[in-house]
């Protein structure tokens, strides 16, 4: 079965990919902590917010619809920020758009969140596009992330399509014997595929460790490739995070 | 005393070795097995005849009572590193064996838990590749590669161990007729003492020296693979044609 991989475009030849996981980590983290905690008064920060995105997305090579796809994740929880603006009527001169009418103040929360929510999330899936699943996992251990976590992430990376794969199989069988949804056993019917689909992931995760004793694992996951950060990621980081935060603190001082 | 001097030629010695389930479930019935030093053996039998459950003892992934002697060395808590270096386990299903975000990862987590160099685990990482002629695989997912390809990535996570012993349950189970025949002349290639657990007849006759009949958690016959493989009585009464 085919599989949409979230690195699926980690492999791409761009100056975005070939810096060190860490440095784009700490460089996109800083954008999106400096456009978070911008308050949505003034536009210009965003626009510098925006504009630095825009030219590492355009750097990357990542294709464009591929970004403006992903970024559609964002629209179900704008809608319902968008649903309850009518009803916020206090601050502001209020505008009568016929059937319902807006404030200022509410147009103001539905910027805030729109903004914010896109520019973060195009950080993050520059982050995660332009660099392969483990080589994040890596750079993030290299930051100090618990191990534990990486790990966890590194196997569900591994797994979840085996998984997913297990579902689609037990779903065409059970098709195929004519099932149709009817309310009652057809919440019996899920709760037993949920059940022994937990099984055979459990009986998977006992058949995977012994694989792993087998090859003289003891309980620490050993290491050994060391990345290095080159003078280009030094300052790819530096100058991204220095123009975030200057766009940031910039909002302080007018 | 721990280790019991035995001739060298004697790469696994199983004594008197019983194993049931936790849940009470009898897997072996003293099993008594000796395997000789660059000898192939081909275990056959039935499902649930206690095959998998005989190879998960050899490296103490499961313990029984009996003795287990790997090179002379007896398996216990004490020996499992010595004894996981010297057998590699190459697991029916390689979804099970290959559970890192790339190959060459998973190719070099046994020589990195073997506390290789860094020189060392590259160099045991891209041989054991080239063996099963798999280079250029490095950084791909295991996920994206076909059954075959993984099939001898598998292999090769335990070949970059350098075992003297090579323990392949079900090596050829699900592959298509060409993926089975390369894989089988890949096994020929092989240079360690192997252990072939199998039910596939053919490969038995092209590859072992001596084939061990199982059934019901027992050893019922010991021979050559031309006299065992001929004999319609012994297979088809132990489920094998």
Redesign the interface.
């Given at each position: 079965m085919k599989h949409d991989f979230i690195d699926r475009y980690a492999r791409l030849e761009s100056p975005v990919h070939a810096l060190d996981p860490r440095a784009k980590t700490i460089a996109l983290f800083v954008i999106i902590i400096a456009c978070v905690t911008t308050p949505p008064q003034d536009w210009w920060p965003f626009a510098i917010y925006g504009a630095l995105v825009l030219i590492i997305a355009n750097a990357s090579k990542l294709p464009t619809s591929y970004l403006l796809t992903r970024v559609l994740v964002v629209l179900p929880f704008l809608l319902v920020v968008a649903v309850f603006v009518p009803f916020m009527h206090e601050g502001g001169p209020t505008f009568d758009l016929g059937l319902f009418s807006v404030s200022r103040d509410g147009l103001l929360v539905l910027w805030n969140v729109t903004v914010k929510a896109i520019i973060s999330v195009v950080c993050l899936i520059i982050l995660s596009s332009t660099t392969p699943f483990s080589d994040l996992m890596r750079g993030f251990e290299r930051l100090h992330v618990p191990h534990f976590f990486t790990t966890v992430a590194a196997f569900m990376y591994r797994y979840v399509f085996i998984i997913v794969d297990e579902a689609e199989r037990m779903k065409r069988a059970r098709d195929s014997r004519n099932f149709r949804a009817r309310w009652l056993w057809h919440a019996r019917v899920i709760g037993y595929m949920i059940a022994s689909l937990f099984m055979r992931s459990q009986e998977r995760a006992e058949r995977v460790y012994q694989a792993m004793s087998a090859r003289g694992f003891d309980g620490t996951y050993p290491r050994w490739t060391e990345s290095k950060m080159f003078a280009a990621d030094y300052v790819f980081m530096f100058a991204v995070a220095a123009t975030a935060i200057a766009g940031r603190l910039a909002v302080l001082w007018t | 005393m721990d280790v019991i001097p035995i001739a060298p030629q004697v790469a696994i010695r199983i004594v008197d070795l019983s194993y049931s389930y936790p849940d009470g479930r009898r897997a072996l019935n003293s099993v008594n097995l000796i395997v000789h030093r660059d000898e192939t053996v081909g275990i056959m039998g039935p499902n649930g005849a206690g095959k998998s459950t005989l190879a998960?003892h050899l490296?103490g992934?499961l313990s029984g009572q009996g003795l287990v002697e790997i090179m002379g060395l007896e398996v216990k808590k004490k020996n499992l590193?010595e004894v996981?270096?010297m057998?590699?386990?190459v697991?029916q299903?390689p979804?099970?064996?290959?559970?890192?975000?790339?190959v060459k990862?998973d190719v070099?987590?046994?020589p990195?838990?073997?506390r290789l160099s860094?020189e060392q685990?590259d160099h045991a990482v891209s041989r054991a590749l080239a063996w099963v002629g798999m280079e250029g695989f490095e950084?791909r997912?295991?996920?994206h590669l076909s059954f075959g390809e993984k099939k001898r990535i598998s292999l090769a996570?335990?070949l970059s161990?350098h075992p003297e012993i090579m323990v392949l349950d079900e090596p050829v189970s699900n592959m298509d007729p060409r993926g089975r025949r390369e894989f089988i002349e890949l096994i020929d290639t092989l240079e360690a003492t192997k252990l072939v657990i199998t039910h596939d007849l053919a490969m038995t006759r092209e590859v072992c020296d001596r084939v061990v009949v199982m059934d019901k958690g027992e050893i019922v016959t010991d021979g050559r693979p031309e006299d065992i493989c001929s004999d319609r009585l012994l297979l088809e009464r132990h489920g094998l044609i």
């Open positions: - | 998960l490296n992934i590193r996981r270096n057998v590699g386990l697991f299903d979804d099970d064996q290959l559970f890192s975000p790339t990862e070099a987590f046994g990195l838990n073997q860094p685990v950084d997912s295991p996920f996570t335990v161990m």
